[in-house]
T-cell receptor, first 113, second 114 residues
Framework: AQSVTQPDIHITVSEGASLELRCNYS??????LFWYVQSPGQGLQLLLK??????LVQGIKGFEAEFKRSQSSFNLRKPSVHWSDAAEYFC???????????FGTGTRLKVLA | DGGITQSPKYLFRKEGQNVTLSCEQN?????MYWYRQDPGQGLRLIYY???????QKGDIAEGYSVSREKKESFPLTVTSAQKNPTAFYLC?????????????FGDGTRLSIL
């Protein structure tokens, strides 16, 4: 069955430190991949997406993600975290040609001043 | 600005009562979705609709019902058959259900039991 795993439930980093949030997926072919961010009590906002081509994709708010087919991973990174980045982050996959969007269980990011 | 409007933001349900959550979009999107979000469980699909007057069950449709009479609107009814309705409900849309486009989300409705 198709699935998305975000192994880190909580991550705490200091402001200015680098960040990497992990995402692994289970799917036979290359899916469409997304990262979303959710602030408390709000909906999800798209950070970036990967459809094909260059495996390093740039998103909004200084985020980037790298698709690694051999590891079935799509990890999210940011070189220097800001206090406003504290939120919950969701990785999602959409198998090609389907209606489905499968979400991971999320990683909650805390930023220390 | 185009977007998705969910209302109300907070909703309380009494035992045995049906309640309806509103979702309206002015993005001219064809496909609309309802998700339920519980802490630590990510988003789970309740129903989705690809076009007007058509909708499909998702993974956790029991105890819920929907309608899609207009392209802009996709209301969700939480029926009394849903025994554990307390959750955060999110509505989303995409331009087309088969092109794997990013989803646009509303700001959610939090449903609680009185």
């Amino acid at each position: 069955a198709q699935s998305v795993t975000q192994p880190d439930i909580h991550i705490t980093v200091s402001e200015g430190a680098s960040l990497e949030l992990r995402c692994n997926y289970s799917y036979g072919a290359t899916p469409y991949l997304f990262w979303y961010v959710q602030s408390p009590g709000q909906g999800l906002q798209l950070l970036l997406k990967y459809f094909s081509g260059d495996t390093l994709v740039q998103g909004i708010k200084g985020f980037e993600a790298e698709f690694k087919r051999s590891q079935s991973s799509f990890n999210l990174r940011k070189p220097s975290v800001h206090w406003s980045d504290a939120a919950e982050y969701f990785c999602a996959v959409s198998p090609s040609g389907t209606y489905k969007y499968i979400f991971g269980t999320g990683t909650r990011l805390k930023v220390l001043a | 600005d185009g977007g998705i409007t969910q209302s109300p933001k907070y909703l309380f349900r009494k035992e045995g009562q049906n309640v309806t959550l509103s979702c309206e979009q002015n993005l001219n999107h064809d496909a609309m979705y309802w998700y339920r979000q519980d802490p630590g469980q990510g988003l789970r699909l309740i129903y989705y609709s690809q076009i007007v007057n058509d909708f499909q069950k998702g993974d956790i449709a029991e105890g819920y019902s929907v309608s899609r009479e207009k392209k802009e609107s996709f209301p969700l009814t939480v029926t009394s058959a849903q025994k554990n309705p307390t959750a955060f409900y999110l509505c989303a849309s995409t331009p087309s259900s088969h092109l794997n486009q990013p989803q646009h989300f509303g700001d959610g409705t939090r449903l609680s039991i009185l």
